[in-house]
């Protein structure tokens, strides 16, 4: 069974301990935005990957959406128990041909049914998913907003000094540098072309869903570096070599960002290492503290004047 909590979905899987069948459950959908969602999981793994929980979120009534829907989303999926937890989460393109992202390797099967550390507790899984719905492309109204989004979109320029920036009449989304971007980005997207004009020179993909997404990678991977190091996880390291990666496979010029990736990452060792070293040096001077007090002990027993009885 499944409940809302705004745009959190909470899922509690009653019985998870006694589920045999190798095929995937789904929970109740849920309205967030103007479209229902729900969760997916595969309590024996997908089939392409044993030995681990399989968790996505898809969308629920993608059916009844009309014809080239898309719904640019950021969603987080907790495994939670008090005081453990694993998070995954990704920022992703919902249209027609991919209606729901997840993760295959979720969570070790192993991990998640550990009796002593593991996740299922009297038979019940807890699962809770944020949905933050971005932005929207086609609405469930089908009359004028469907007709209307299938026009070619109407631009107007934004300054008379910057000839780049273009904004869309109906999408209230903005074109900078032949990227469409949400309001909110556009000042970082102008800013990263001002300072790297040749970032995106070798780029040729003329979907605007590509460029988006793309663009979505390096604002996200930007926005990971901006972390302090003690926000910074290993996991959030994983998602920024995979936006790298993608970013670098369809030819844009970041070598600049590889470097201070890499220097994040090196700062991060240190950091570590430096809090390693600084717990040894705590806990060694927790045990000088107890071998002083020792030390005091034997020194006023030793100190002890005797009296007339201890020498007669």
Not at 253 to 278: F, G, P, R, T
Request: aromatic share 8%; net charge negative; with cysteine.
């Amino acid at each position: 069974m499944a409940k809302q909590d705004g745009k959190k979905i909470v899922w509690v899987i009653k019985n998870f301990s006694s589920l045999q069948s190798e095929e995937c459950i789904y929970s109740d959908p849920v309205l967030i935005g103007d479209c229902k969602w729900r969760l997916c999981a595969c309590p024996k793994g997908d089939g392409n990957i044993d030995n681990y929980f399989y968790l996505f979120v898809e969308v629920a009534d993608d059916e009844s959406l009309p014809s080239g829907w898309k719904r640019f989303v950021k969603f987080q999926l907790n495994i939670s128990q008090p005081g453990k937890s694993v998070v995954s989460k990704r920022q992703v393109w919902f249209d027609n041909e991919s209606c729901s992202w997840g993760f295959q390797t979720m969570i070790p099967l192993t991990k998640l049914h550990d009796k002593k550390k593991g996740f299922v507790v009297d038979g019940e899984l807890t699962i809770v998913a944020s949905v933050d719905v971005l932005e929207v492309i086609g609405t469930l109204d089908a009359s004028e907003e469907s007709i209307e989004s299938s026009r070619p979109l109407k631009k107007m320029k934004l300054s008379n000094d910057d000839n780049n920036v273009e904004a869309s009449s109906v999408k209230e989304s903005i074109v900078v540098n032949g990227f469409q971007v949400l309001s909110s980005q556009v000042e970082s997207v102008r800013c990263i072309f001002e300072r790297h004009p040749d970032i995106a020179v070798d780029f040729r993909a003329k979907s605007q869903h590509i460029r988006t997404t793309c663009m979505s990678f390096l604002l996200s991977l930007i926005e990971t570096l901006c972390k302090s190091l003690e926000e910074i996880s290993n996991e959030d390291f994983v998602d920024a070599n995979i936006a790298l990666t993608c970013l670098k496979d369809v030819n844009f010029k970041v070598d600049w960002l590889e470097k201070k990736l890499d220097q994040v990452k090196e700062n991060k060792e240190k950091e570590q290492s430096a809090l390693a070293q600084l717990q040894e040096t705590e806990e060694s001077i927790l045990k000088l503290k107890q071998k002083a007090e020792e030390q005091k002990a034997v020194l006023l027993a030793t100190r002890t004047t005797l009296s007339f009885d201890d020498v007669v």
